[in-house]
């Protein structure tokens, strides 16, 4: 273990990034693109606030007119000797390129933080998979993958460091809202530590090459053929040396640290017979799952992939296992008409004509930020076992049209002994989100407890439904999928009891708290028979709190965030109330002193007034078996089939058949090329207005406001 105290707090993927770029460079050239913005937000910010970098100095951060316009001005600012970072993700990203090439090409050593994001193809989506750094493979730039927060800011240094010792530009990349949005409490190293990690003698030897009249020199030639050629091969040398640079920058942060990093990093049995290769947040669930399974007997093992590109047949056969059998290769990506998924490519050929008899088979999970959970892992591992796995597979989805799925196992709870989960079904901009971020930090930052937060969003943002899936534990938290399992459900919204599945995976005793205005008749009037079933056989303790009513009267308005969370702290256990309290207040200062006593003091009273507001209900002994209509509602065929799962956010459940139609231009049903049928939002009633307001014709001025 390295002798530096460590600093613990609780931030995201993206604040950890953000925190070593700006350590690292001079100019952040950027261009907003989801989920990749919050980094050059936070950058700004710091830098308005004078926050210094490595070299004493604000960080410059320009914002560009675009993707392609910000990578521009990264290759010029490079070549100008300052050294420049950018943060981007899916289209951003390929826009930039044209640029990356020539920025490898010249050996400028720039590093691209990019929150790695599905591309638009047969539809546009703004989640997490690896599509946008696959398609950079070839541009020369080097490609370092972190698997959780904590490894944003280990590896992140690692990438500007290799940079700068190697020549060659890296692309340090993690999973797109998986990883950049999650919460997590990690060491953030310090800038000052950073100081004895960084290469001094390659900043000056950087800054000696820039452009400079004092002694001029001319780049960006066009080349014949008499020489393009040879020149393109003469930067060989600086490629073969990237592995090497790469696990020496990783053993000094491994130093500063106390926390081991290798190009390929093995973990479970030393004697697996059967193991899987994967890089990206996938690697945390995996090895949670192979640590649930060894304790059971197998033996199985994981290789997670640091350094993709330059590759390194020589550092991913050291860390192999000797006793190696099979192996299953996952990509997050998915790459049309190939022999297969980029990640398994490359395995594959290691082992082309070596007279080591070992079976290779690769897969595909993960896109567009699909869950990747432990059973998901165990299906994998289950494949790989039988006489003839399936190979070109898909796991966490039914592929009933090209049958390229793996069939999924039960639920596996792979989380450590003491774990509390927790589950949070909030309105966006009803204040559930802040809330949760803000006990997370209360709890990491005030305890020895691990915590980790995610938030899964609708795309229609304010207005839509948030769900917060939070944990805290004695043990650091690998779990890097949605909540199965949960001690704690609260439900802020009571629309949301006859529209969701609210207590899906709750565990047996669990804690179920719903803000509505019910007492018990309206409790049997207005849940579900779903509902009642789940609270009484699973014998919850249910609570109910009028929050809104509560926000009213002490002047909150619509906002119960801070209602709920006091009632949260209450119930949930996680650490002493009395704590909480002081903590929460501590927090009300912190964000709302600003704006004014009054603002601190009502949510204040908010706090004083539900620490006792909750109440608990005597569950009828008949909710066991409650029963209610089940029937249909009268829908088109895909509204009912295909629509009306994905708004009761069981979209998971459908099969690829669901996206099969035949292209006849019929447009009655989904395509596989991303067409959908009109004139369905009527169907889409969401009803989750706690008030509606009222138009009095009379009154109105038409304004158009």
Known sequence: MSGRVQHMKSIDGNTAAAHVAYAFSDVAAIYPITPSSSMGEIADTWAAHGMKN????????????????????????????????????????????????????????AVFHVSARALASHALSIFGDHSDVMATRQTGFGLL????????????MVAHISALKSKVPFIHFFDGFRTSHEISKVDVVPHEAMKDIMPWDAVDSFRKRAMNPEHPH????????????????????????????????????????????NLFDYVGAPDADHVVVAMGSSCDVIEETI????????????VKVRLYRPWSTEHFLAALPQ?????????????????GEPLYIDIKSIFHGSDKNVLIIGGRYGLGSKDFTPAMVQSVFDNLKLDAPKNGFTVGIVDDVTNTSLPMPAAIDATPEGTVQCMFWGLGSDGTVGANKNAIKIIGDNTDMYAQGYFAYDSKKSGG?????????????????????ADYVACHNPAYVDKYDLLAGIKKDGIFVLNCPWDLDGLNEHLPALLKRTIAEKGLKFYTIDAVKLAGEVGLGGRINMIMQTVFFKLADVLPVDDAVKYLKDAIKKAYGKKGDKIVQMNNDGVDHALNAAVEIAVPADWASATGSEAKPEMPAWVLDVMRPMILQDGDSLPVSAFGAELDGSYEWTGPDGSFPVATTKYEKRGVAINIPEWVAENCIQCNQ
């Open 218 to 261: 001319l780049r960006g030639t066009a080349q014949n053929p008499d020489i393009y050629f040879q020149a393109k091969e003469a930067a060989n040398k600086y490629y073969a040396a990237v592995p090497g640079i790469v696990a020496e920058a990783m053993k000094q942060v491994s130093e500063l640290t106390g926390r081991s990093y």
């Open 323 to 339: 006793s190696v059998k099979r192996i299953a290769v996952l990509d997050r990506t998915k790459e049309p008409g190939s022999l």
């Open 465 to 485: 439904i948030t769900i917060s899936h939070l944990r805290f534990g004695k043990k650091p938290i690998q779990s890097s999928y949605l909540v199965q399992t």
């Open 145 to 156: 993958a972190s698997a959780s927060v904590q490894e944003v800011i280990d590896l992140g």
């Open 54 to 109: 490595l070299f004493g100095q604000q960080l410059q951060v320009t914002e560009m007119q675009s993707e392609a316009g910000a990578a521009g001005a990264v290759h010029g600012s490079l070549a100008a000797g300052a050294l420049t970072t950018t943060f981007t993700a899916s289209q951003g990203l390929l826009l930039m390129i044209p640029n990356m090439y020539k920025i490898a090409g010249e050996l400028l050593p």
């Open 291 to 302: 640590n649930h399974m060894n304790a059971q007997g197998a033996k199985v093992g994981l």
